[in-house]
């Protein structure tokens, strides 16, 4: 069988080795499943992906970002601003000024506060909700019992394609996620054809923070997560 890649089983940091910069990291102890053993052609192909042009400056300014988010103090490196913060320095440093949010109905709130926070930093900001269009679930084959309200309500879809087709249309420089549901951000990510970043993803149970479970699967709480399934 092919090896597949196994980054998350890595023992080491051979890709991000504390060396000084004219070393140069070694990955001959690195595991067979190694991507960057495995995929050195593919790599190179890829990384001269950066040097296009409309790709080169998002690529530069995204780790100027990233350096950004932190501060070297006597005690050591901290961190800096929430990603809300990092989001805002990130559309300034690109130079994005036609901002539009992608939110789920369930982040209706959410969504109008942070327009106000964009607008208020002199950004324009428009928005699209999911439930856009409000076509109803049974055009794509939803039965009445499976409709959240019940069967007898009208029950309109989640309708991410849409969501992105509109932008698609309208002058855009950056999208903005917030919330959308698992499967229906896949969609959205597939069509809309705008430079993007997600502020928050939907947890319907955690607050949007869906790591909190991951931190607790050590815990008895949600130490379900961490069973074999069918345990
Ligand atoms: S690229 Fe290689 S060295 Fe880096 S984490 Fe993945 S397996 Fe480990």
Redesign the pocket.
């Known amino acids: 069988m092919e090896e597949q ?3 998350a ?8 080795p504390t060396i000084d910069a004219d070393q140069k990291p070694d ?1 001959e102890k ?2 067979s ?5 495995l995929y050195e052609d593919v790599i190179g192909q890829s990384v001269r992906q950066y040097y296009r042009k409309g790709v080169s400056e998002l690529t530069r300014l995204a780790s100027v970002q990233e350096f950004e988010c932190y501060e070297h103090t006597p005690d050591g490196i901290k961190t800096k601003i929430p990603r809300i913060e990092e989001t805002i320095q990130f559309a300034r440093k690109n130079g994005f000024h036609k901002l539009r949010l992608a939110f789920c109905s369930g982040l209706a709130d959410e969504a109008r506060i942070f327009t106000e926070i964009l607008e208020r930093r002199g950004f324009e900001v428009a928005s699209v909700c999911c439930k856009v269009g409000a076509v109803p679930k049974e055009r794509i084959g939803i039965k009445p019992d499976e409709k959240i309200s019940g069967p007898g309500s009208y029950e309109s879809m989640c309708n991410p394609i849409s969501q992105a087709e509109i932008l698609n249309a309208e002058r855009v420089d950056f999208v903005i996620l917030l919330g959308l549901c698992v499967g229906h951000d896949s969609l959205f990510i597939r069509y809309c054809q705008k430079p993007m970043t997600v502020l928050a993803v939907k947890d319907r149970v955690t607050g949007h923070n869906p790591l909190a479970a991951l931190y607790l699967s050590r815990s008895i709480y949600y130490g379900r997560l961490r069973r074999l399934a069918g345990d």
């Open positions: 890649v196994q980054c089983k890595c023992p080491g940091t051979y890709c991000y990955f690195a595991p499943f190694c991507p960057t053993k």
